[in-house]
Each structure stands twice: as C-alpha cells, then as structure tokens.
Nanobody, 127 residues
Framework: DVQLQASGGGLVQAGGSLRLSCAVSGFSFGDYAIGWFRQAPGKEREGVSCISNSDGTTFYLDSVKGRFTISSDNAKNIVYLQMNSLKPEDTAVYYC????????????????????WGKGTLVTVSS
C-alpha cells in the first residue's frame, strides 16, 4: 500500500516548537519530492515547505523561512518539519504529500502538483 502518514501535531504556546514527521511507504522514496502543506479554517491549502529526495533541494513559504526546517531521512523514509518560534497564524491542519520527480524541482510545488496525499495532523498555536 502507498501511504504517507503525518504525525507530530499538537497544542503549543506561541514561541514554542513542534516537529512533524511524514512516514512514507509503498513507493521509491528517492524518486519523489515530499511537501508539507497546511490549511487553516476558511483558507485555501498552501505549501509550507518541500524537499526533493533526489537532490535535496528545499523550498519554504516566505512566512516560515528562518523558523521551519525540512529534512529527509532516506534510510527511514521519513521527512521531518521542524517548526520553531511558532505563531498563532501557523495554526492549521498540516498535510504531507508526494510528487513524482520527472525533472528537478525548480519551484515550490502547488497542492495540485502533488500526486499522493496523507491525512493531516492538527497544529494549534495558542497566543
């Protein structure tokens, strides 16, 4: 079975940290880019960060640069999103998704570019 399993969400105070994990199974990890997306109530889903497991290229949403770090453990087939200095506006359901790489990534993928999605994990940041 092809699966992406996101975990690590929770309730945290502003300024705190969380680490999200996306465990991948059922497909060749190195052939895909893995992205983190989020959707807040009443808002569209947006890309937060993405990493190419082919060459390690990363992308970040401007509002999270310097606070969030994406990384990939190719041995364990897990992608992490370390989120520091969290703000109330980071509150959302966070999803991980995979995009098959036919070419090197030259921009952050949009939600509609992704091929596979996992279920989300809720991140709530209190003020």
């Amino acid at each position: 079975d092809v699966q992406l399993q996101a975990s690590g969400g929770g309730l945290v105070q502003a300024g705190g940290s969380l680490r999200l994990s996306c465990a991948v199974s059922g497909f060749s990890f190195g052939d895909y880019a893995i992205g983190w997306f989020r959707q807040a109530p009443g808002k569209e889903r947006e890309g937060v960060s993405c990493i190419s497991n082919s060459d390690g290229t990363t992308f970040y949403l401007d509002s999270v640069k310097g606070r969030f770090t994406i990384s990939s453990d190719n041995a364990k087939n897990i992608v992490y999103l370390q989120m520091n200095s969290l703000k109330p506006e980071d509150t959302a359901v966070y999803y991980c998704a995979a995009k098959l790489l036919s070419l090197p990534l030259d921009r952050a993928p949009r939600p509609r570019d992704m091929d596979l999605w996992g279920k989300g994990t809720l991140v709530t940041v209190s003020s």
